[in-house]
Nanobody, 121 residues
Framework: QVQLVESGGGLVQAGGSLRLSCAASGSIWLIDTMGWYRQTPGKQRELVATATSGGSTNYADSVKGRFTISRDNVKNTVDLQMNSLNAEDTADYYC???????????????WGQGTQVNVSS
């Protein structure tokens, strides 16, 4: 089993900051991409930010300049520093990983349980 455990969500005032953390554990051999997605009721899950094992990052336009993703390839962790939060950032945030459980297995997607971020205006 592979688990992604998130932490760091909560309630914050507009303009404030939060830091989300995610750690992957279990029988995972290699992770290529780790990142964060978010979802609000009635909407599709959307990409927030991702980081590859090679150091490439990708951000949604709505968070560029405000959010920063960082990753530790050794510890299999990924953090998301969120600054200048606004009400539109309110959502459930999900940790994501694209990994393999062994040398001869294919790539699979893994998701955390989600952590709630509420930004009050």
């Amino acid at each position: 089993q592979v688990q992604l455990v998130e932490s760091g969500g909560g309630l914050v005032q507009a303009g404030g900051s939060l830091r989300l953390s995610c750690a992957a554990s279990g029988s995972i051999w290699l992770i290529d991409t780790m990142g964060w997605y978010r979802q609000t009721p009635g909407k599709q899950r959307e990409l927030v930010a991702t980081a590859t094992s090679g150091g490439s990052t990708n951000y949604a336009d709505s968070v560029k300049g405000r959010f920063t993703i960082s990753r530790d390839n050794v510890k299999n962790t990924v953090d998301l520093q969120m600054n200048s939060l606004n009400a539109e950032d309110t959502a459930d945030y999900y940790c994501y990983a694209l990994g393999r459980r062994g040398r001869f297995t294919g790539w699979s997607e893994y998701w955390g349980q989600g952590t709630q971020v509420n930004v009050s205006s």
